[in-house]
């Protein structure tokens, strides 16, 4: 199985920009669907952008689109989200989540492995 390891969060101001790195261990990530996901205090998980194995299709959420990208160097095994002109709105713990399926899905419950999450705080 993989595992996986995000890293890159912080806090920032409206306007800034973090590079979120979510690594892989255990296995190739070539074989697999990489999504991020957020998750803000007392809301439910929310799709951000995906990744399809071979890099052959991206897709981010229409909340993030234009501001975020993702991105993934299979050769060291990580995927990137480069978020840029972030809101208030964008404070969420972000994970990384993998799934090895023919088909790309941007629901959470299709996706088997999950890293702990890094936290993203964006302030007025």
């Known amino acids: 199985q993989v595992h996986l390891l995000e890293s890159g969060g912080g806090a920032v101001q409206t306007g800034g920009s973090l590079k979120l790195s979510c690594a892989a261990s255990g296995r190739s990530l070539s074989r697999y669907n990489i999504a991020w996901f957020r998750q803000a205090l007392g809301e439910e998980r929310q799709f951000v952008a995906l990744a399809s194995w071979g890099g052959a299709n991206t897709l981010v959420a229409d909340s993030v689109k234009g501001r975020f990208t993702i991105s993934r160097d299979d050769a060291r095994s990580t995927v990137y989200l480069q978020m840029d002109s972030l809101k208030p709105e964008d404070t969420a713990n972000y994970h990384c989540?993998?799934?090895?399926?023919?088909?790309?899905?941007?629901?959470?419950?299709?996706?088997?492995?999950w890293g702990q999450g890094t936290q993203v705080t964006v302030s007025a």
């Open positions: 989540a993998a799934d090895d399926k023919p088909q790309i899905s941007i629901w959470s419950r299709d996706y088997d492995y």
